[in-house]
Each structure stands twice: as C-alpha cells, then as structure tokens.
Nanobody, 128 residues
Framework: QVQLVESGGGSAQAGGSLRLSCTSSADRYTDRYNSRYMAWFRQAPGKEREGVAA?????????NYADSVKGRFTISQDNGKNTVYLQMNNLKPEDTAMYYC????????????????WGQGTQVTVSS
C-alpha cells in the first residue's frame, strides 16, 4: 500500500503564496509504478472534489492543470525525496478548500476516480 502525507497548508491573504508538499511511501518498483501519476485535488464545503494539477513522475514529468489555476499554480517533484509539491501563487479566496494529494497508475487526469491512493488532506484558507 502507498501512503501519502500532505503538509504545508495554512492561511494566506489574497495575492499571497503557499506551497503544499506530498510525500509518498512508495519505495518498491511496483508501488512506484502503480503511483506514477500524482495529483492535487481540492474540495470546498458544499462543493464537489475538483482536480487541480497532475504530474507524471517517471520520465518526462509532464503536467496537467485545471483552467482555474493555470498560470498561478505549479506542480513539481523531487524524486530524491519522493515528494510532489504544489506551489500556489496569486491566491484567491475561491482557492479556499481542503487540498488532497492523490496517486494512481491510470493517467494524468484530473478525475478523482482514476486515483487509488489518497492523503488525509491539508486545509488552505485565503482571505480577501
């Protein structure tokens, strides 16, 4: 089983920045292969879970972003630390949500059903 641990959430003012981290426990080749796509999702109260950004962790490190965060958020990875990051700049109040890290082997998509492993979530609150 792959375990994901998020950190880095907190509060920021509109226009500010935060960086989220997600560290994976995958160390065997099989686990790494089965979690080769990692993504960040978010869920605000009363709303559906929304895909924010995804990254392919092997080879090309290709990325995919939701239109709502393009140009403001950047997903990246540090393979040596087995960690994926979400750098969030120019934050807006509508970015307020619980942010979840996810991993899976099906594709670099922003659909929650395609991911098998989930972290516990970290809260991001942006004030105007």
């Amino acid at each position: 089983q792959v375990q994901l641990v998020e950190s880095g959430g907190g509060s920021a003012q509109a226009g500010g920045s935060l960086r989220l981290s997600c560290t994976s426990s995958a160390d065997r080749y099989t686990d790494r292969y089965n979690s080769r796509y990692m993504a960040w999702f978010r869920q605000a109260p009363g709303k559906e879970r929304e895909g924010v950004a995804a990254i392919y962790r092997l080879g090309s490190s290709s990325t995919n972003y939701a239109d709502s965060v393009k140009g403001r958020f950047t997903i990246s990875q540090d393979n040596g630390k087995n960690t994926v990051y979400l750098q969030m700049n120019n934050l807006k109040p509508e970015d307020t949500a619980m942010y979840y890290c996810a991993a899976g082997g099906y594709g670099m998509v922003l659909t929650s059903s395609e991911y098998n492993y989930w972290g516990q979530g970290t809260q991001v609150t942006v004030s105007s």
